[in-house]
Every structure is written in C-alpha cells, then in structure tokens.
C-alpha cells in the first residue's frame, strides 16, 4: 500500500513512540500506522475502556514484521513511576488515555478527574524528567462549553458544561503553565466528534455512530437525544492520525498551544442517521425503513459545534486527507 504524501517527514526516520490508551479506539488506531510507518512503538493501556482485540486487530493489520517493532505495557497513566518507565528512551508521546464521555462525568465526576486530570498531569511531569522531545495529548472540543459563537477558534472558550469538559480544561491549562515554567514541549488536540472502526457500541456511554451502526443492524430503532437538529463536526479518524504525528514532529512554536482537529464541516444528527442507513443498505442491511426514536436533550450536551482549522493548517500543516462520506463509508464497511 502506497504511504500518503504527508507521512515523508516521519517515515524519513526510525523513531520510539509511546501511545498512552494504545488498546482503545484512538489509541490503537495511531499504534497501527506508526508501525506500518516502521517506527518503534511502546503501547500503555489499562484496558479500562479498551479492549484486547483491538490489539489483536492491530497485529492482523500491520502483519508480524512491524509487530515485532510493539512493545506493550499494562498499566495506568495514574501511576507516575508507570509513566517515567513507559517514556525511558522514547522521543514522541501520543497521549490518548482518558475517561471520556460526557454523560459518564456527570455522574463519575472523580474518575473523570483522576484520570483525566491528574494521569495527564502525570505524563507531562513524567515527559519532562524523561526528555521526550514532544507530548502530544488529546484534549476536546467539550471546553468550548457555553460559548455561543461558531465556528470555534482556539482563543476563545467558555464555560465548560460538564466535569469532562472541565477536566479537558484543566489539562490544557497544565500544558500551557508548564510549558511556560519549565519548557514542557507538549501541544493539545481538541477533537470534535471522531467517528471509526473500533468505537465501542456497547454501554450506556458509548459513542452515536457505533450504537446507531449496531442498532440498526439489530433491526432497532437508533435512540436521537433532541430533535436532530443538533450539530456536530464528525472527523473521521484517519485525519487525527495525521494531525497527532504531524503535531508530533512541528517546532518549538506549537509547545503550550492547542489545536482544532475536525473537518471544519457541520452535520445535523439527523442528516448523520440518513446517511449511516443508506450506507447500511449499500451492503445489504435491511434498514431502509427504520426511522429514530427522538428523547430529551441530555445535560451537558452543547447544541451545536463547528471547527475552525485553519490555525492547524498554519502551524503544522494539516489537512483533512478523508471526507465524512469517505469516513463514514470506511466505519460501516470496517
């Protein structure tokens, strides 16, 4: 398979990648290109939200060859001596590991915190003892809160509007402090609404796409929180990749600052359920006449959300190689 164009500055060299959270969705989809991009890869789970098989998935992908490039570790980023021995000879941290959902903060708010908060705070401490040359986390578009205003720039936020929100919050904040105060080289990905294989459909936290895919092959009837008529900035997955290793190997000028990784495209939720229908029936799925069952808005849950990328276009030249179509279509299809 040929290597996209913008992979030539990380494959030019071998190098030692940590991805924190390697077994979840994000996680294991970053282990499976840096070792098809032959780098040397250590993966962190605790496997808390992740899953083995989506290792197994990995290994079957990449082959046996770039396998023998993963060294995985069971622990938790909450663990600060797991953290300093994960990052001991690694250049690059791809830090992935979090408890998300909004819904599960609202009624988990300390776990969200612990995790979120202080186990981010201890891979960037960690980072610094170790001399990574970069920390690149994952942050969200949930800190953009009550903040009317659309699209979304990077400077300007709101109130957050649930503990995920603010524990997302929190860690930029330390990633910025840090970087001023001790020259922490970390750069922060706030991601709107990423959609792939290896979403978990199962729980009552699990993610839109993967639910309604499950749903409607069960013959369900998929569940819309609202009137449909909520928006999102769905970015398919193959786009954070490229934004987390192109973030990864960016200049000094990205430490401390944080970044929109998105299309920059809005959906309804309800133009979202047509268009996973008709790509359910495109492979043979009898869906064609399931229609949503609509519920009350859920708290926390912000209205509408559209991205501005140009700044990560700028600083780090992203850009979005897969349509949501493109995505959606790869989602079902995986």
């Excluded at 330390?174 to 105060?181: Q, V, W």
């Excluded at 459909?201 to 819309?224: F, H, K, N, Q, T």
Aim: hydrophobic share 40%.
């Amino acid at each position: 398979m040929a290597l996209p164009r913008w992979s030539e500055p990380i494959t030019a060299t071998r190098r030692s990648w940590l991805v924190t959270g390697a077994a979840g969705f994000i996680g294991s989809h970053l282990v499976s290109q840096l070792l098809r991009f032959d780098q040397d890869v250590v993966g962190l789970d605790n496997f808390a939200t992740g899953y083995r098989r989506n290792l197994d998935l990995v290994r079957f992908e990449v082959g046996d060859e770039h396998w023998e490039r993963f060294a995985f570790v069971e622990g938790d980023v909450r663990e600060f001596d797991t953290c300093i021995e994960t990052m001991r000879g690694v250049d690059f941290v791809l830090h992935q590991a979090a408890l998300g959902s909004v819904p599960r903060s609202m009624v988990r708010p300390l776990d969200t915190h612990t995790v979120n908060v202080d186990g981010t705070l201890n891979v960037f401490l960690a980072a610094l003892e170790t001399g990574v040359r970069k920390v690149v986390y994952a942050s969200s578009s949930s800190v953009y809160g009550d903040d009317p205003e659309l699209p979304k720039v990077e400077e300007r936020t709101g109130r957050p509007l649930s503990p995920y929100a603010a524990s997302k919050q929190i860690s930029e904040l330390y990633a910025n402090t840090l970087s001023r105060t001790h020259g922490l080289p970390a750069v922060g990905l706030r991601y709107f609404n990423v959609v792939g294989t290896r979403q978990d459909p199962e729980g009552p936290y699990a993610a839109v796409v993967p639910r309604w895919l499950d749903a409607m092959r069960s013959g369900d009837r998929p569940v819309i929180y609202g009137d449909g008529e909520t928006s999102r900035d769905f970015c398919p997955i193959a786009n954070v990749i490229q934004a987390n290793l192109l973030a990864a190997i960016a200049g000094d000028h990205t430490n401390g600052t944080v970044f929109n990784v998105a299309l920059g495209e809005t959906t309804t939720l309800n133009q979202l359920f047509v268009s996973l229908r008709e790509s359910l029936v495109e492979i043979g799925v009898e869906c064609a006449d399931i229609e949503p069952v609509y519920e009350d808005f859920r708290p926390g849950d912000i209205r509408h959300s559209l991205a501005d990328i140009s700044k990560a276009e700028r600083d780090f030249g992203y850009e979005p190689p897969v349509s949501l179509a493109e995505g959606l279509r790869a989602t079902v299809q995986g």
